[in-house]
């Protein structure tokens, strides 16, 4: 009996890779790919805020981001209280963060949402009227990873849902680009080589709560981050994008510093 149990979980385990298989290869071709689609160019030579989630995260400074064009993510939602402030587009590709948080996210009043396909495929998360997008990971490491020019078509992984955002932001056409609250600094982090760090004077988000469930969640890798950090503003350099860092402290350095203040 057992061996007759163990063949058809093998075929079953087959059927389910090659389906996924093919979602991968006809993607450019979904309904999905068609949505992102509409999104080319369609705000071309404007600017937009990336917002991270940060500890340096100011509720104040978010009120004076309404009426702009806002990327935000994941548990973005606990700020709500504290602001009028509300994105323009929200992403989420981490599926531990979302699988806990699906209530939240459906509810949250933002038009435009971008999901990571495999969060929908391989956990079925489904987020009401989400675009979803095909993450791809590069196999190489210690390098940073592509920056794709066609989110319709793959989204490159980057360990961090800003480096999404950055490439979605592009694609539509902005031409000046925002960091805030992208502190890039964790309590409790891991290298490259997988050595978990911690760091007790670190905070990780702009509210305690933000990750009460944090033994459930993915660790974060900075380096890997920076990384990705580092391939957007490579393309930066070679084309008429500007990326800044308006965040107030934090720890990133890849991106050249502005002063969020004296961008109004």
Not at 90 to 111: M, Q, R
Not at 190 to 196: A, D, R, S, T
Not at 243 to 249: D, E, S
Request: proline share 4%; with cysteine.
């Amino acid at each position: 009996m057992g061996f007759f149990v163990k063949v058809k979980n093998s075929l079953s385990a087959r059927a389910s890779g090659l389906a996924r298989k093919i979602k991968v290869a006809t993607y450019p071709i979904s309904r999905s790919s068609r949505q992102i689609r509409k999104f080319k160019d369609k705000y071309l030579g404007k600017r937009c805020f990336i917002i991270g989630n940060g500890p340096s995260l100011r509720p104040e400074d978010l009120d004076k981001l309404k009426g702009e064009y806002c990327f935000a993510a994941n548990r973005v939602y606990k700020i709500f209280d504290r602001t009028d402030w509300r994105p323009t587009f929200f992403c989420s590709e981490d599926y531990k963060t979302l699988e806990a948080c699906v209530d939240e996210i459906n509810a949250l009043p933002c038009k435009h949402k971008f999901i990571s396909a495999a969060c929908h495929w391989d956990m079925g998360i489904t987020i009401k009227g989400a675009k979803y997008f095909l993450l791809k990971y590069d196999d190489i490491e210690n390098i940073p990873p592509s920056f794709s020019r066609e989110p319709d078509k793959f989204i490159s992984w980057g360990n961090t849902v800003t480096y999404t955002s950055i490439q979605l932001a592009v694609y539509m056409g902005f031409k000046e680009i925002y960091l805030l609250g992208v502190d890039h600094s964790f309590s409790v982090y891991q290298n490259m080589k997988g050595e978990v760090i911690r760091d007790e004077n670190a905070k990780d988000y702009f509210c305690e709560d933000y990750n009460k469930d944090r033994d459930n969640l993915f660790v974060p890798t900075p380096e890997r981050s920076e990384l990705a950090y580092m391939a957007a503003q490579a393309f930066a350099n070679s084309s008429d994008v500007k990326i800044y860092n308006a965040t107030r402290g934090g720890k990133l350095e890849v991106f050249p510093r502005i002063d969020f203040d004296s961008i109004f």
